[in-house]
T-cell receptor, first 117, second 111 residues
Framework: GAVVSQHPSWVICKSGTSVKIECRSL??????MFWYRQFPKQSLMLMAT?????????EQGVEKDKFLINHASLTLSTLTVTSAHPEDSSFYIC?????????????FGPGTRLTVT | GDSVTQMEGPVTLSEEAFLTINCTYT??????LFWYVQYPGEGLQLLLK?????DKGSNKGFEATYRKETTSFHLEKGSVQVSDSAVYFC??????????FGGGTRLMVKP
């Protein structure tokens, strides 16, 4: 299998605080993890790509100081939304890619709904 | 750059109706094509895929054929069920292993 989990599944925080979202590959090692943002009734927007042990590559227009990504191990990547504001409220989805043996499928997590009040 | 265009929804059908969701793409090279499904409040699940021209991907009664001549990958199902109600995303993956998604099409199936 290729199961990806996210924690928490939903979170509510106050404006100005920081929130950390975890993405874990449960039964495989992920050389690359991706973070997406999805607005209501819209498609997924790629925010950044992270490889284990190296700095994340952010897409144009995504503030790297606001959305901190850490890929500390082959099974865990974290996204920290710093100094959150109501406009950061969204559905955040991660995906993980094995990369080994030519398997470049992206396996998606269930998503985390962030609400900033 | 690469792009995926799919029909806007919502698409509303009665149970057992025939479903078509159109998807066309623009890409350099020879991308792999995918359909993902997203149920309410959940992440994406891979529904089916095709990696080269004329390939047909199929799963759970859904199918799509990779048409290079028309740059299309239309999703079809002969008889939809209420449980198929979800948002469907067409996507492509090119040499850089990055996914490019279409805008999504919401399907609503009524009993």
């Amino acid at each position: 299998g290729a199961v990806v989990s996210q924690h928490p599944s939903w979170v509510i925080c106050k404006s100005g605080t920081s929130v950390k979202i975890e993405c874990r590959s449960l039964d495989f090692q992920a050389t690359t993890m991706f973070w997406y943002r999805q607005f209501p009734k819209q498609s997924l927007m790629l925010m950044a790509t992270s490889n284990e042990g190296s700095k994340a590559t952010y897409e144009q227009g995504v503030e790297k100081d606001k959305f901190l990504i850490n890929h500390a191990s082959l099974t865990l990547s974290t996204l920290t939304v710093t100094s959150a504001h109501p406009e950061d409220s969204s559905f955040y989805i991660c995906s993980a890619q094995k990369g080994a043996s030519g398997d470049y499928e992206q396996y998606f997590g269930p998503g985390t709904r962030l609400t900033v009040t | 750059g690469d792009s995926v265009t799919q029909m806007e929804g919502p698409v509303t059908l009665s149970e057992e109706a025939f479903l078509t969701i159109n998807c066309t793409y623009t890409a350099t090279g020879y991308p792999s094509l995918f359909w993902y499904v997203q149920y309410p409040g959940e992440g994406l699940q891979l529904l089916l895929k095709a990696t080269k021209a004329d390939d047909k991907g199929s799963n759970k009664g859904f199918e799509a054929t990779y048409r290079k001549e028309t740059t299309s990958f239309h999703l079809e199902k002969g008889s939809v069920q209420v449980s198929d109600s979800a948002v469907y995303f067409c996507a492509l993956r090119n040499a850089g292993n990055m996914l490019t998604f279409g805008g999504g099409t919401r399907l609503m199936v009524k009993p």
